[in-house]
């Protein structure tokens, strides 16, 4: 568990919420982006897409507080402009998490 979560804060927030940060309270559009950060982004959500093919949560059947740290800025990655599309195990992922902590889908 703490290998995801030390990996949500250095391989995962500053892309995924640094956009979103960007778009949503700074209302810059997605063309400002840093192209990097984008790229590291995807990357990150492709490290979770893998993961997850494999697994139903980030560390093993239940869901954890690694799966709670990860959930808080992929569910809303589409307001940082990523397209969640082609990462089916990640959406099913994020269902399954919002269903199981009750939360309302965010899209």
């Not at 995801?4 to 997605?30: D, K, N, T």
């Not at 799966?67 to 990640?90: C, K, M, N, Q, V």
Request: proline share 5%; charged share 25%.
């Amino acid at each position: 568990m703490d290998e995801w979560l030390f990996w949500e804060q250095f391989s995962h927030e500053p892309y995924i919420a640094g956009c979103r940060f960007q778009m949503v309270y700074l209302g810059r559009p997605a063309s400002d982006l840093d192209p990097d950060k984008v790229k590291r982004g995807y990357a990150a959500l492709a490290r979770m897409e893998h993961h997850l093919a494999l697994t139903r949560f980030f560390v093993g059947d239940t869901l954890s507080l690694a799966d709670i740290a990860l959930l808080a800025y992929t569910r809303l990655a589409h307001e940082g402009d990523f397209d969640l599309a082609a990462y089916p195990s990640l959406r099913r992922w994020i269902g399954e998490s919002e269903q199981w902590l009750g939360l309302s889908p965010t899209r």
